[in-house]
């Protein structure tokens, strides 16, 4: 079993920084893929960014290439999504998830932390 806690969020101003963390507690085993989501009031879930925890390859969607970076801390078992040059339409509900494989759902999910970002 694999809780997660999202921190790091909070208001900024257009063309500001955030970074979020997901604190993971139990074994994140090396086939785990760590993603971060977020919903936007009124819309779906979208997926942000994704990365294999054993070597690290990333993938971003394109609203964020450029801007954001997912990036780990094995030592403490972290995720973390480094945002750049926020832009309003950043403003979400970011989440943390952890699938198992490449090839199956994310399985775990934080609770979410709050971004918003001011024009």
């Known amino acids: 079993q694999v809780q997660l806690v999202e921190s790091g969020g909070g208001l900024v101003q257009a063309g500001g920084s955030l970074r979020l963390s997901c604190a993971a507690s139990?074994?994140?085993?090396?086939?785990?893929?760590m993603g971060w989501f977020r919903q936007a009031p009124g819309k779906e879930r979208e997926f942000v960014a994704s990365?294999?925890?054993?070597?690290?390859?990333?993938y971003y969607v394109d609203s964020v290439k450029g801007r954001f970076t997912i990036s780990r801390d094995k030592d403490k078992n972290t995720v973390y999504l480094q945002m750049n040059s926020l832009i309003p339409e950043d403003t979400a509900v970011y989440y943390c998830?952890?699938?198992?494989?490449?090839?199956?759902?994310?399985?775990?999910w934080g609770q979410g932390t709050q971004v918003t970002v001011s024009s």
């Open positions: 998830a952890a699938a198992e494989n490449d090839f199956s759902q994310y399985k775990y």
């Open positions: 990365l294999r925890w054993s070597e690290g390859s990333r």
């Open positions: 139990g074994r994140i085993f090396s086939s785990y893929v």
